[in-house]
């Protein structure tokens, strides 16, 4: 069989199996959603996973059409990737204006300092996207204000403007999150430029050095969706000792991410031999991942 004649038996077997599956996926309706979505990703899709994009576009109403598991449309795999683009971060970060950030960062200092209390040394700020971190200034004795700095909404608006469009310049070549001041008496300052760990310690990864160690990824594209903010995908960016292409798990609530197959092709043979061999756990509403987990991790 085809990939797309494995992954239309899979539909059906689904259908016919499990009562909530009333139906199979909606047909893709726009022609260019595929070519849009190699655009954004910046690679172009496996053929066979382009193939199915382009001919199945999702649940209108989530039933778990893919083995009690949810069939992604082509809108919420963008709004995936919308989320996720916080957590991908240039691996060698650059500053690629430095005059440029000198000069924002004087007129935030300049926005800032005109509502910190006259008889200040040292005080610290930190702000960007949903922060504001207003802390009490330290008096020349080395003690503290008695309350933060006290910023008007409108004030703290306009920095955070500011604060943004230093951002969108920044952020293809350094991917920061918030911006940390420490502003001196004497008119010097400090400013570091703090990212988010895209890291995550507690996740393991199978086999070793086949999936980047990262805690989300824009190369790793869902297709299908557990209901619980994990996902069976492609992997267009594995590690070192990874295929372009590969199927993986992964996903906040997966403390293991691994590899299914080598390609879709592949995982959907293992999905296959699974309802043709051992259907019993699917049908009695098993979750997916844990099956795949225990055929390739371990319990």
């Not at 009562?19 to 066979?48: I, N, S």
């Amino acid at each position: 069989m085809t990939p797309a004649e494995k992954l239309r038996r899979i539909f059906d077997w689904t259908q016919e199996v499990l009562d909530h599956v009333t139906d199979t996926p909606a047909a893709q309706a726009d022609p260019a959603a595929v070519a849009a979505l190699e655009a954004r990703l910046g690679v172009p899709l496996p053929d066979a996973v382009a193939e199915a994009l382009r001919t199945w576009d999702g649940e209108p109403d989530p039933m778990g059409c893919f083995l009690g598991h949810e069939w992604m449309s082509m809108v919420k795999i963008n709004r995936h990737l919308d989320d996720v683009k916080q957590f991908d971060k240039p691996e060698n970060p650059t500053v690629p204006d430095e005059a440029a950030a000198e000069a924002a960062f004087d007129e935030i200092a300049q926005g800032f300092l005109t509502h910190v209390p006259a008889g200040w040394a040292e005080v610290k700020f930190g702000i960007g996207p949903g922060v504001m971190k207003l802390g009490a200034p330290k008096l020349p004795d080395g003690s503290f204000a008695g309350k933060a700095v006290d910023l008007p909404r409108e004030a703290g608006d306009a920095l955070m403007a500011r604060v943004r469009a230093l951002m969108a310049a920044e952020n293809a070549a350094y991917g920061w999150d918030e911006l940390e001041f420490t502003f001196h008496a004497d008119g010097t300052r400090e400013v570091t430029r703090k990212r988010y760990d895209n890291l995550h310690k507690y996740q393991r990864y199978h086999p070793e050095g086949a999936i980047r160690d990262k805690y989300m990824h824009l190369k790793w594209l869902p297709l299908v969706h557990d209901g619980g903010g994990n996902y069976i995908g492609v992997d267009l960016d594995p590690g070192p000792n990874g295929t372009v292409g590969q199927v993986i798990v992964f996903g906040p609530g997966e403390d293991d991410h691994f590899v299914i197959a080598p390609d879709w092709d592949g995982a959907l043979d293992h999905f296959l031999g699974r309802i043709e061999s051992d259907s019993g756990p699917i049908r009695e509403g098993a979750h997916l991942h844990d099956l795949i987990r225990e055929a390739f991790v371990g319990g």
